[in-house]
């Protein structure tokens, strides 16, 4: 099980983040939910659980981007891995940080349009 966590994104970037790993790997959330904001002046994490036991990259034009939302991957260190690899298929990343323990990892990854 990974956790992914987004800040810095518009609702609309986290919509396409995880509709691009919801292609990919199985998810804790419906196939359909548009992430929800709230009223109030707070920064938004969106958050999502998936299960790549089986994965597959994504295929086509990437998606497009907003901004460049920052996403924090938690998890199994094979499965953390799985998802990088979905999202540098579909996005340009960049690696901010990696930590690591004996059954987990974190890594936080910035992410942008993919220029062809």
């Given at each position: ?9 518009s ?12 292609t ?12 929800q ?10 958050t ?10 994504p ?38 940080g ?13 992410l ?5």
């Amino acid at each position: 099980m990974v956790t992914v966590s987004l800040t810095g994104a518009s609702k609309e970037d986290a919509a396409t983040v995880f509709s691009v790993l919801r292609t990919a790997v199985p998810t804790d959330r419906p196939s359909d939910p548009v992430p929800q904001e709230q009223t109030e002046d707070h920064p938004a994490v969106w958050t999502a659980q998936f299960e790549p036991a089986q994965h597959r990259v994504p295929t086509g034009p990437p998606p497009p981007l907003e901004g460049s939302p920052t996403a924090t991957l938690q998890g199994d260190h094979v499965a953390v891995d799985q998802l990088c690899e979905v999202l540098s298929a579909a996005f340009a990343v960049h690696k901010r940080g990696t930590a690591s323990g004996d059954q987990e990892q974190e890594v936080d990854l910035q992410l942008r349009t993919k220029r062809q």
